[in-house]
């Protein structure tokens, strides 16, 4: 069955960066994609961003164009984000979601939160 | 950027009632939209795909419709475990915008 699963909780400080971790199992990772969504405490879900594990290309929300990085490591199957510049309103449960080319997003890892503070 | 607003922000409903969420966007998406239910403490969980398909497993109270840039998410018998926050969501090119949620209570 398919399963994407994230590594664990993060503390950070202002100004760092986080790298987060996603494992995908289940399915042939190089033919789908990866998409980014986070979520503030309280608040809705924000789309960060979106990976090709087949080639490698990226789309990046405009919010977060400056500040993050998607990669792919198709012999582990796994996809990253990686947040720089850390703010306290970063944090958030951070979640990894399959994304087939054109069709629905459909599988969610279990999210990951970060925490930033001083 | 295409926009997507969803209508009420909260409502409060009755078991039993029949229940209307409001998706728009700011352009036309086809039928590319999906609703998501969150629970509590939950992940996101897929309802609805393609505007009005099913996806499998969720019951069949809820359902889906529209095209072009106004869609719906209805329940059509509210029951207690449908508190949640629904999120419609545009998934034909990036960005992949969420609407704000709609929060249900009963």
């Known amino acids: 069955q398919v399963q994407l699963v994230q590594s664990g909780a993060e503390v950070k400080k202002p100004g760092a960066s986080v790298k987060v971790s996603c494992k995908a199992s289940g399915y042939t990772f190089a033919s789908y994609g990866i998409s980014w969504v986070r979520q503030a405490p309280g608040q809705g879900l924000e789309w960060m961003g979106w990976?090709?594990?087949?080639?490698?290309?990226?789309h990046y929300a405009q919010n977060f164009q400056d500040r993050v990085t998607l990669t792919t490591d198709t012999s582990t199957s796994t996809a990253y984000i990686d947040l720089r510049s850390l703010r306290s309103d970063d944090t958030a449960v951070y979640y990894c979601?399959?994304?087939?080319?054109?069709?629905?997003?459909?599988?969610w890892g279990q999210g990951t939160l970060v925490t930033v503070s001083s | 950027d295409i926009q997507m607003t969803q209508s009420p922000s909260s409502l409060s409903a009755s078991v039993g009632d029949r229940v209307t969420i409001t998706c728009r966007s700011s352009?036309?998406?086809?039928?590319?939209l999906a609703w998501y239910q969150q629970k509590p403490g939950k992940v996101p969980q897929l309802l609805i795909y393609?505007?009005?398909t099913l996806q499998s497993g969720v019951p069949s109270r809820f359902s889906g419709s529209g095209s072009g840039t106004d869609f719906t998410l209805t329940i059509s018998s509210l029951q207690p475990e449908d508190v949640a926050t629904y999120y419609c969501q545009k998934y034909d090119n990036a960005p992949l915008t969420f609407g704000g949620g709609t929060k249900v209570e009963i």
């Open positions: 979601v399959r994304k087939p080319m054109a069709k629905v997003p459909d599988y």
């Open positions: 352009q036309v998406i086809s039928n590319y």
């Open positions: 990976i090709s594990a087949n080639n490698g290309n990226t």
């Open positions: 393609a505007a009005s």
